[in-house]
């Protein structure tokens, strides 16, 4: 079965370093998004691509944060010069266009911590 | 605006009692859709069901079913007959139909099946 794959699984950072988190959405789909979730808090919505580009971003992706679809598979989230607060587990997932609001699928999460 | 609360936080039930959790949604437009995921130890998200605003008919899939009521705004999730196994947090979600879908997600219940 199709699934979305992101890498790593797990990544430390020292505060003020820039990590870029990778995902590798299902081959057929065109609709991606970024996810956030501070441990023990709620999956928060932080941008979603379509047409290589951003249609919609949150209040908490700010200019620390971007996107990009570098090679027409991956669909990577670059954040600049992390804080501990961004420490969180962060999710991508994708949708296939077509019938609206089909079911999102989500990757296994990468789990940020900044030292 | 779009907002899903679920007002328990934690629960805790003996195994093979029946456990219902509670979601009720706000949002202005008259097509959305509703979602419930389950987020085990492990951290991964599973997509458990979606429910589009035109379609009240409960579900049932095996020990889970989905009470959609549309006139109390309230989408609940009851496990019948609790295994250890269903220990997780579990968060109800809604997309509005539009053009980016994306998905906003309750605060989430963490669920503790006793043995």
């Known amino acids: 079965e199709p699934e979305v794959t992101q890498t790593p699984s797990h990544q430390v950072t020292q505060m003020g370093q820039e990590v870029i988190l990778r995902c590798v959405p299902i081959?057929?789909?065109?609709?991606f998004y970024w996810y956030r979730q501070i441990l023990g808090q709620k999956v928060e919505f932080l941008v979603s691509?379509?047409?290589?580009?951003?249609?919609?971003k949150s209040e908490i992706f700010d200019d620390q944060f971007s996107v990009e679809r570098p090679d027409g598979s991956n669909f990577t989230l670059k954040i600049r010069s992390t804080k501990l607060e961004d420490s969180a587990m962060y999710f991508c997932?994708?949708?296939?266009?077509?019938?609206?609001?089909?079911?999102?699928?989500f990757g296994q999460g990468t789990r940020l911590t900044v030292v | 605006a779009q907002k899903v609360t679920q007002a328990q936080t934690e629960i805790s039930v003996v195994e093979k009692e029946d456990v219902t959790l509670d979601c009720v949604y706000e949002?202005?437009?008259?097509?959305?859709?509703l979602f419930w995921y389950k987020q085990p130890p492990s951290g991964e998200l599973v997509f458990l069901i979606r429910?589009?605003?035109?379609?009240?008919q409960n579900e049932i899939s095996g020990r889970y079913s989905w009470n959609f009521q549309k006139s109390t705004s309230s989408f609940n999730f009851t496990i019948t007959a609790s295994q250890v196994v269903d220990s997780a947090v579990y968060f109800c979600?809604?997309?509005?139909?539009?053009?980016?879908?994306?998905?906003?997600f309750g605060k989430g219940t963490r669920l503790h099946i006793l043995p």
């Open positions: 997932a994708s949708r296939p266009t077509g019938e609206k609001n089909t079911e999102a699928f």
């Open positions: 081959s057929n789909h065109l609709y």
């Open positions: 691509f379509y047409n290589n580009e951003i249609s919609e």
């Open positions: 949002t202005r437009d008259t097509t959305y859709y």
């Open positions: 429910r589009n605003s035109f379609d009240e």
């Open positions: 979600a809604l997309s509005e139909a539009g053009r980016d879908d994306k998905i906003i």
